[in-house]
């Protein structure tokens, strides 16, 4: 079975704070994904990745950065954490041609 | 521009009957679909899928139906079941090889025991 593992399943930060999500996967794929929920807005992408160091903007990367530095861990990076930031936040994961996301279990960001 | 619309944000079924999730698009050039199921707390998992060739695609008790010249498919569940409630988003994919989802807002399904 693929798997993909986020660090946190529920994270409390302040505001202004650097917080790091991250996201390994074992599967070998070479896509990688960055995903927020929000009630009535659905799943928005903010970054994704093809391939190690490589890294495309999604639709919502604002007060957002990715890290890519080995193929299994992909990261998201909240430069200085904002309330409107507060969301739960999906990594998913993909061979390279395949349709099929493996998504992991999210994290719960609450900004305070 | 939202290409991929699920317009009933909501949706509440009886046991035993009928869940039709239905969903629109509007960009020609998706050729792949896919539902996703996703319970609170946790990731969205993958449903079923279907390719722009076919119009139908069965797995047991979900079945969709692509209907490409009205640009609309939809996900029946047959007999629902209270473990169905979940949260369902339909998402499509444009050109073979692309690797990237859109996805649509998603409709609650709550099934009614």
């Known amino acids: 079975d693929v798997k993909v593992t986020q660090s946190s399943r529920y994270l409390v930060k302040r505001t202004g704070e650097k917080v790091f999500l991250e996201c390994v996967q074992d599967?070998?794929?070479?896509?990688m994904f960055w995903y927020r929920q929000d009630p009535g807005l659905g799943l928005r992408l903010i970054y994704f990745?093809?391939?190690?160091?490589?890294?495309e903007k999604g639709d919502i990367p604002e007060g957002y950065s990715v890290s890519r530095e080995k193929k299994e861990r992909f990261s998201l990076i909240l430069e200085s954490a904002s309330t409107n930031q507060t969301s739960m936040y999906l990594c998913?994961?993909?061979?390279?041609?395949?349709?099929?996301?493996?998504f992991g279990s999210g994290t719960r960001l609450t900004v305070v | 521009d939202q290409q991929v619309k699920q317009n009933s944000p909501s949706l509440s079924v009886q046991e035993g009957r009928i869940s039709i999730l239905n969903c629109d698009y509007t960009?020609?050039?998706?050729?792949?679909f896919l539902w996703y199921k996703k319970y609170p707390a946790e990731g969205p998992t993958f449903l079923i899928s279907?390719?722009?060739?076919?119009d139908k695609n069965e797995d047991g008790r979900f079945t969709v139906f692509l209907n490409k010249s009205a640009k609309h498919l939809s996900l029946h569940i047959v007999p629902s079941q209270p473990g169905d409630s979940a949260v369902y988003f339909c998402?499509?994919?444009?050109?073979?090889?692309?690797?990237?989802?859109?996805f649509g807002k998603g409709t609650k399904l709550s099934v009614i025991p």
């Open positions: 998913a994961s993909t061979l390279r041609g395949g349709y099929g996301y493996t």
């Open positions: 599967m070998d794929h070479e896509n």
């Open positions: 990745s093809y391939d190690v160091k490589m890294k």
């Open positions: 960009n020609s050039m998706f050729d792949y």
């Open positions: 279907i390719s722009s060739i076919k």
């Open positions: 998402a499509a994919s444009a050109g073979a090889g692309s690797y990237q989802l859109t």
